[in-house]
């Protein structure tokens, strides 16, 4: 069965440093997004992704993230130079379809020391 | 604005049934879904409602009332690793919106022997 995959599964950074992270949406899906959560707390909207450009995008995401989908598989999530409070599990999720189930991969635990 | 209410801890007993409740306030609802996640893992979807109405999967019933803002998750003959958080979620599709999901907190099920 396809599933969405990330990468890397746990990343490490300093305060400041540039963090990209990475997904492969399932390979017929068209819509693509990112949600975060912090540990403790609800899974929060960060961007959706359709049709190579941005469609929406929460007050969390702000000037120090971007999304690329650089290639005809890879949809990553950028952010410049990272916070304490960027501390995060981030997951990647994409759907065919919007009415339908948005699949979310096993997700990114990003630290920042 | 955007709001999803749920219990934040239930307890039940392995074969039983539980009713996990989630209200929410919304404009733009375009759908309903519950999510299963374990702890450190992602969410995975387990049901979906855009109608009123109960849809049946298995062990896993979701309710939904458009009207009343209003749905349940129905777990039926539960057993030990059905313990997870139960993450209610629904869909907007307005002005713009790409289906982005907007999460409770999730209710906390422990189920005992």
């Known amino acids: 069965e396809p599933e969405v995959t990330q990468t890397p599964s746990h990343q490490v950074t300093q305060m400041g440093q540039e963090v990209i992270l990475r997904c492969v949406p399932i390979?017929?899906?068209?819509?693509f997004y990112w949600y975060r959560q912090i540990l403790g707390q609800k899974v929060e909207f960060l961007v959706s992704?359709?049709?190579?450009?941005?469609?929406?995008k929460s007050e969390i995401f702000d000037d120090q993230f971007s999304v690329e989908r650089p290639d005809g598989s890879n949809f990553t999530l950028k952010i410049r130079s990272t916070k304490l409070e960027d501390s995060a599990m981030y997951f990647c999720a994409s759907t065919r379809a919007i009415q339908e189930t948005q699949y979310f991969g096993p997700g990114t635990r990003l630290l920042v020391l | 604005g955007q709001n999803i209410d749920q219990p934040t801890e239930m307890t039940a007993t392995e074969g039983a049934i539980v009713q996990i409740n989630c209200t929410y306030q919304?404009?733009?609802?375009?759908?309903l879904f519950w999510y299963q996640q374990h702890a450190g893992e992602a969410p995975t979807f387990l049901s979906y409602?855009?109608?009123?109405g109960l849809e049946e999967k298995g062990r896993f019933s979701s309710f939904l009332s458009r009207s009343k803002g209003y749905s349940y998750l129905l777990l039926k003959e539960l057993q030990m690793k059905d313990s997870a958080s139960y993450l209610c979620a629904h869909s907007i599709y307005y002005g713009g919106s790409q289906g982005n999901l907007i999460f409770g907190k999730g209710t906390k099920l422990s189920v005992k022997p």
């Open positions: 409602n855009v109608l009123d």
């Open positions: 919304t404009s733009g609802f375009n759908g």
């Open positions: 992704f359709y049709n190579n450009e941005i469609s929406e």
């Open positions: 390979s017929n899906h068209l819509y």
